[in-house]
């Protein structure tokens, strides 16, 4: 009785142990490949940043569920943005209508500047108190949730949003921000971004200067 006990309960602990294969992997691969891309992109590393990208759309595409794919798109157009490359989301566009999500419409939305008070709810929670300051030009507030924001995506984002009402502390916040974390592409477009707004000539110079040598 003991040893079919015991043959029982070594069944079931390994039956317990076993390994298995989580059922959404294909979008933790596509998550992290992203994530790469992100920082690959915002640090200048093209090649590997569009390798990146790829690995992202495809492991996303192995799903019927395609809001992981739209989520990748919105990603890439949000990332453009925030370093002042245009860009209209169109590849998220174009399957936004077999997606059907208020939180990537939403969001979509918020970063094309075309978000009403009624769905800022959709929105995640460290936008939210952002776009309420924006809507009713409670910039000064703005400026503050921006400098507050945990993610430096979401910081960059944001700043590039409400350009020409980002105060110049800000500016220099997170020009100093980026290079703290080496993001190159990130760097040159904020020190770009000091020079337009900077009236004091030495200042420009210096600015210039800067960014000259990170180009050479």
């Known amino acids: 009785m003991i040893k079919v006990l015991l043959l029982l309960f070594l069944l079931l602990f390994f039956s317990s142990c076993s390994f298995k294969s989580p059922q959404n992997e294909w979008q933790k691969k596509s998550s992290n490949a992203f994530s790469s891309y992100t920082k690959n992109f915002l640090s200048n ?4 940043a569009e ?41 998220y566009l174009e399957i936004s209508d ?6 990537l419409d939403s969001y979509y939305k918020f970063i094309t500047h075309s978000i009403s008070k009624g769905e ?11 776009i309420l300051n924006i ?22 984002l944001c700043a590039v949003l409400i350009e020409k009402n980002l105060e110049s502390s800000s500016r220099e916040k997170i020009t100093k921000l980026v290079s703290f974390y080496g993001y190159k592409k990130a760097v040159l ?18 600015i210039d200067k800067k960014i000259s040598i990170l180009n050479y």
């Open 45 to 48: 590393n093209s090649s590997l």
């Open 51 to 91: 390798n990146d990208l790829n690995r992202a759309i495809k492991h996303a595409k192995q799903s019927a569920d395609l809001k992981q794919l739209a989520g990748v798109y919105l990603g890439k157009c949000a990332l453009n943005i925030s370093v002042g490359i245009e860009d209209s989301c169109q590849k």
């Open 98 to 103: 077999v997606v059907k999500s208020k939180k």
């Open 120 to 130: 800022i709810q959709y929105l995640p929670q460290n936008y939210q108190e952002y």
């Open 135 to 156: 809507q009713s030009s409670n910039f000064k507030e703005a400026n503050k949730n921006i400098l507050n924001m945990q993610r430096v995506t979401s910081t960059l």
């Open 189 to 206: 477009f904020w020190l770009n971004e000091q020079k337009k707004y900077e009236i004091d000539k030495e200042k420009r110079r210096v």
